[in-house]
């Protein structure tokens, strides 16, 4: 094919794609950091503000509670990944039977959406009649109210947002674990190694690459956590001082107040720390993560 | 090599599943519970047949018509991105063109960055077009996807390059070796991407409860998170909706299964 065509042929290709990217991706970027910058009027249209919207963003203790309640969901979600190690482990044990349906069980609850999820859980978390407590109770343990309380309710939606998430970080981990070689376990099993004792030397080292993936996607996922929060906690309950997540603030004031540059700013310090953790997390990985 | 016993695999994994599957065989049963009943101290685990509940929700709030939503944006959203970013990636897999690189750079940047930075803009592009409160507002924005071009071209650039010579030999063009040699070659890439496509689409509620506040153009996703707020602990009722709203995706992927987790293990082979 003559070259001058095949250009064009790509370009002619990739249009709608590029068009509709640039239109509802790379323009917003622009945009958002422009507007920033700016605060929204009463009757629309945007009036530049330079940098004082982050300026009383920094001094905004709403800012610093929705930072801390995000950071420590993300520690907490983070917190529970080798449960999904160990149950991609135990469904890749040889001779295992009932394999798919196990997956198919462990994959509910990332099938279904997050809407009905977290009503789900603010049943079960109910502090008057919910199971939760109920099971608590009769361990002789006085459960609080989860999702009223500040001091509970993030604690809460992370075990919700584990609960989601471990089908499907099981499945990425079980492609791993599927990807090491055999003659690895084989050589380990003539030097005479146990079971644990091969989890621990080869598998784990050699899950490695997995495991930074699935670090690196779970923490950029819960430092935008929305969902959950928004159909757990009450607008306006008390727990949301200690609930409300970053993007929940974003919404809130864009959205519920209509301060869209305020928003927006939100939004700018959101990327920022996305970038500067996911930086942080591959500067890291030259420490922990063995690349064969 | 000696086997070693199952059991205490099953017993963790069983243990697990149940702890996965317990939640929403609960919901079901309070599906079917009157309001007394659904409160009780302690809790009661039996159904009592209140069908009415499921008549309720769909009397209460537009629900029917959310479904209809759901079931159009979903699908509008999984063809179009089928179709827009299969083109894209058998462009950018098959076809030579000055600044490939640099374009697919910028695809692969868009991937890095938070979805709230797009959300003010596009409401303000949905205000102008005066498409708030409308379908094409939740449809145009997503279909379009860097992350589906991505995953497609790896599909496109795993087929042999003589597939394409032979074809252009006898006269074919790009259009058509992308639509009748690769495309049905790609097909488990495009089922595996439209599984993923469906599932978002189907649960995603920040757009949708930015975008649409009118309950009659709302998806199911945002007509549940309001629902709450009309019945805040009449669980019943709740349930009732968060059923009907959440078992299509669930059939689906027991239908479907392979493709999805396919899908989501290509995710990961590509960190």
Known sequence: ?292 | MSRPRTSPAHLFLAAGALVMLAPFAWQLVVSLQTLPDSLRVPPKFTPSWQWSNFADVFRSVPLARQFLNTVVVTAAVTAGQLLLCSLAAFAFARLRFPGRGALFLLFLAVLMVPGELFLIPRYEIMMELGWLNSLQALIAPGVFGAFGTFMLRQFFLSLPRELDEAASIDGANPLQIYWHILLPLVRPGLLALGMLTVMWSWSSLLWPLVVNTDPEMMTLSAGLASLRGQYLTNFPILFAGSVVASLPVIALFVVMQRQLIAGIAFTGSKG
């Open chain 1, 1 to 292: 094919m003559h070259s001058k065509r095949e250009w064009a042929w790509g370009y002619l290709l990739i249009a709608p794609m590029a068009l509709g990217l640039a239109v509802f991706y790379l323009w917003p970027i622009v945009q958002t950091l422009y507007l920033s910058m700016t605060e929204s009027g009463v009757f629309g249209g945007y009036t530049w503000v330079g940098t004082a919207n982050f300026a009383e963003l920094f001094t905004d203790e709403e800012m610093y509670g929705a930072l801390g309640n995000t950071l420590l969901y993300s520690v907490l979600v983070l917190a529970g990944v080798p449960l999904s190690i160990v149950v991609a482990a135990l469904l890749n044990v040889p001779g295992l039977r009932g394999l798919s349906l196990y997956r198919t069980l462990y994959f509910l609850p990332v099938v279904t959406m997050p809407a009905a999820v977290g009503l789900t859980w603010r049943y079960l978390f109910n502090g008057d009649f919910g199971a939760i407590n109920h099971v608590l109770g009769t361990a002789g343990i006085d459960g609080p109210y989860w999702l009223g309380d500040p001091d509970f309710a993030i604690y809460a939606i992370a075990v919700v947002g584990i609960w989601s998430s471990v089908g499907y970080n099981a499945v990425l981990f079980l492609a791993g674990l599927q990807g090491i070689p055999r003659h690895y376990y084989e050589a380990a099993e003539i030097d005479g190694a146990g079971r644990l004792r091969q989890f621990v030397r080869i598998t784990l080292p050699l899950l490695t690459p997995t495991t930074f993936f699935v670090v690196v996607i779970t923490m950029i996922n819960a430092l935008q956590v929305f969902d959950l929060v928004y159909l757990m906690i009450d607008l306006k309950s008390p727990a949301l001082e200690g609930s409300r997540t970053i993007v929940y603030l974003f919404y809130e004031t864009g959205f519920v107040q209509n301060q869209r540059g305020l928003a927006a700013a939100i939004a700018v310090i959101l990327l920022g720390l996305v970038l500067m953790l996911t930086a942080f997390q591959f500067r890291l990985q030259k420490k922990w993560v063995h690349y064969e």
